[in-house]
């Protein structure tokens, strides 16, 4: 089947989706995406992804060019025309095309919004069944992780060298702690049996799954802490994993080479993903 992307306005075929060269999401990285997860055909925790859409623009000066209803509604007419049951909606959103120029293009310029899907098992996603590997890395990304933005080239030199390592995910690590995975949240659940996220701060992207994660563990009398992790931790803790939008909740059993608990995914881990899946299933109608 040929994929449809939407495109300023238009749903068209994916390879005849094109922007132009003068576009400042292509020159400068002067742009915002979001992700979304798709299951049964139904966007997850929606609100939640558009709230930090908005927000992104916000703080780069980007007008949204949509209210969350119209947003909405593009999104699940394009989950529709592709027919998907499981996977994710892409938006990006950039500063739109102007002549070569750092500051701001004046007058009204149109942002330049784009997006389309990506078909993925989520909940049948075999790297959960067996636990996902992982390495660290140093965090070589600017100050404003919170804002989403599509300057990626920190995070794609990241999961590269994941990649050439043959495990899944890098954990970025900034002045000995960690931050965060190259596309995902971290968590580990420490010996002593406490359930650990870094705080919310520019540091890191305030992930839409963290937030769900963390309602649940409360929901269920899960006692968490929000606090600096150091690197160290993550060898000495019971059990490591991260969230996403993509891979909802993905338990890590190996970090450098070295094997956390017997090498399995720990108790918390697979409760806390069985508890998503419920949640996204029940978000997803
Ligand atoms: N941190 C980074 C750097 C990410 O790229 C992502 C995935 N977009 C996350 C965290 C997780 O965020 P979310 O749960 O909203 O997908």
């Known amino acids: 089947m040929t994929r449809t992307a939407y495109l300023n306005g238009r749903f068209l075929p994916l390879d005849e989706a094109r922007v132009p060269v003068m576009d400042r999401g292509f020159l400068f990285a002067d742009g915002i995406y979001e992700v979304a997860a798709v299951l049964h055909g139904r966007l997850v925790d929606n609100a939640a ?4 859409l908005d927000r992104s623009l916000s703080e780069i000066g980007i007008r ?21 049951r499981e996977g994710l909606v892409y938006i990006q959103v950039t500063r739109g095309v102007a002549e070569r120029d750092f500051s701001f293009p004046k007058g009204d310029v149109p942002a330049t919004v784009v997006m389309f899907t990506q078909e993925k098992s989520i909940v049948a996603n075999p790297l959960a069944e067996s636990g996902a590997k992982a390495i660290t890395v140093p965090d070589l990304r600017w100050k404003r992780r919170d804002i989403k933005s599509v300057a990626l080239l920190a995070q ?4 590269q060298q994941a990649s050439e390592a043959g495990v899944a995910e890098a954990f970025m690590i900034e002045d000995g702690v960690v931050t965060e995975g190259s596309s995902s949240t971290v968590f580990i659940v420490t010996k002593a049996g406490a359930l650990v996220t870094r705080p919310l701060s ?6 839409i ?7 649940l563990a409360e929901e269920t009398g899960l006692a968490f802490e929000e606090r600096l992790i150091n690197a160290r931790e993550l060898f000495e803790a019971a059990e490591a994993f991260y969230t996403s939008a993509s891979a909802f909740v993905m338990p890590v059993v190996e970090i450098d080479g070295k094997t ?26």
């Open 49 to 52: 992804h558009l709230a930090r």
């Open 260 to 285: 956390l608990g017997d090498g399995r995914p720990g108790p918390v881990a697979k409760r806390l993903r069985e508890l998503y899946f419920a949640f996204a299933a029940r978000d997803a109608g």
């Open 64 to 84: 949204n060019p949509h209210s969350a209803q119209e947003w909405e509604r593009l999104e699940t007419e394009l989950v529709e025309k592709n027919g998907v």
């Open 209 to 215: 799954t963290r937030k769900a994660v963390l309602a």
């Open 202 to 207: 520019h540091a890191i992207l305030p992930g």
């Open 156 to 159: 794609v030199l990241a999961k």
